[in-house]
Structures are given as C-alpha cells and as structure tokens.
T-cell receptor, first 115, second 113 residues
Framework: AQSVAQPEDQVNVAEGNPLTVKCTYSVSGNPYLFWYVQYPNRGLQFLLKYITGDNLVKGSYGFEAEFNKSQTSFHLKKPSALVSDSALYFCAVRDRTGTASKLTFGTGTRLQVTL | DSGVTQTPKHLITATGQRVTLRCSPR?????VYWYQQSLDQGLQFLIQYYNGEERAKGNILERFSAQQFPDLHSELNLSSLELGDSALYFC????????????FGSGTRLTVV
C-alpha cells in the first residue's frame, strides 16, 4: 500500500525567509510524487510533480521540491516566502506499478507566512 | 477555472435524506475521481471511474454510490445521510487510467443538519 506522511500540521515563516514543508512517502516500487496547494474554499491546485529525471523539480509560483530516494522524502521548498503563500499544502504519491492511478494524499500542512 | 466543474457548490440537507453531486471532467479527460475532505479525516479517496467503468474503490460507504455516464460526467449519490457525512466532496479528472496527476474541481460543501 502507498502512503504519505506530512509530519507538521503547521509551518510558520516570516515573509522573505526560506520555507520548507516536509513530506515522506512509502510505496512498493518507484513513486510518482506531487504537491498540491489549497486556498480557503477552493479546490486543490497542482504545484509540481516528480516523475523521473532530475531530483530537483521546479513548479508554479517559485516553489521547488527535491526527491530523495534514500530518505523517501519529497520536501517542498521556496527560497523567499510571501504572505500570499499562506495556504494548505498537500503531498501525494502514486505507485508506478499496476494500472490504478489513485493518488494517496498526506494530511496536509498549513503554511502561515507573516510580515 | 480548472476545467473540472462541480455542482452544486453548497448543499444543506437533513439527516436521512439523499443527495446527488455532479462532476463534469476537464475536456478530454476520461478518468474521474471522487474524494471526501473532512476536518478529522483529511482527503480520503472514494472511487474512480474510467470511461464509464469503475476502476478503483477506496473508503466509500455502502450508503454512497457513483457512476460515470457516456458523456463522461459523473455523479456521486449519498443516501441515508448522517451528520458525519458533512464534508467537502471533490471531483478530479485525469486524461487516462494511469494518469500522472489530477485536475481538481472546486468542490461541493455538504452540510447535514
């Protein structure tokens, strides 16, 4: 079975500082990994994905994530946080094996960026 | 606008009632997924359809059912509603069964009173 852990319910960071939102995963084979963001009363919006290739993936709004196979992690990062980045962030994983394309989501991490 | 349309946006109903949530996938997408988001359970996968056929089932209650029609829109039917069914219900779509990722709709907020 595939699973995702987001160990922090909330991350607080000052505007202009770098941010990291942590994610670790568990799959039986090699993973497809995703980050989504949810703003209040909105659906989830795609940020970035890791399929194969370079371990550092760049996505929307200046976000990036680093795939680390040995640590089974896929942490989301941004060099300089903005107040407008405040939202709920979800990490998701899909096992490459089989034909099912179900994504399994973490419990979410609330990012709070303050002035 | 993501291209995935969910109606209605809000729904308030009484316990014991039945409701139908509707989802139109993004143009060209054949797979539809339903998720339930509640405060205490996070984002839970309910069910997936691909081109009219059920492909995967998650933690979907027997009181809930879904289908995908020939025009690819999908409906999620919730019956004998309980207070605990109050949640955000999201639909997502992807181009193929083994899709790389989803496009989400904006959700239907169901409140059971």
């Amino acid at each position: 079975a595939q699973s995702v852990a987001q160990p922090e319910d909330q991350v607080n960071v000052a505007e202009g500082n770098p941010l990291t939102v942590k994610c670790t995963y568990s799959v039986s084979g090699n993973p497809y990994l995703f980050w989504y963001v949810q703003y209040p009363n909105r659906g989830l919006q795609f940020l970035l994905k890791y399929i194969t290739g370079d371990n550092l993936v760049k996505g929307s709004y200046g976000f990036e994530a680093e795939f680390n196979k040995s640590q089974t992690s896929f942490h989301l990062k941004k060099p300089s946080a903005l107040v407008s980045d405040s939202a709920l962030y979800f990490c998701a994983v899909r096992d490459r094996t089989g034909t099912a394309s179900k994504l399994t989501f973490g419990t979410g991490t609330r990012l709070q960026v303050t002035l | 606008d993501s291209g995935v349309t969910q109606t209605p946006k809000h729904l308030i109903t009484a316990t014991g009632q039945r409701v139908t949530l509707r989802c139109s996938p993004r143009s060209g997408d054949l797979s539809v997924y339903w998720y339930q988001q509640s405060l205490d359970q996070g984002l839970q996968f309910l069910i997936q359809y691909y081109n009219g056929e059920e492909r995967a089932k998650g933690n979907i209650l027997e009181r809930f059912s879904a289908q995908q029609f020939p025009d690819l829109h999908s409906e999620l039917n919730l019956s004998s509603l309980e207070l605990g069914d109050s949640a955000l219900y999201f639909c997502a779509s992807s181009p193929a069964v083994v899709g790389y990722g989803y496009t989400f709709g904006s959700g239907t907020r169901l409140t059971v009173v």
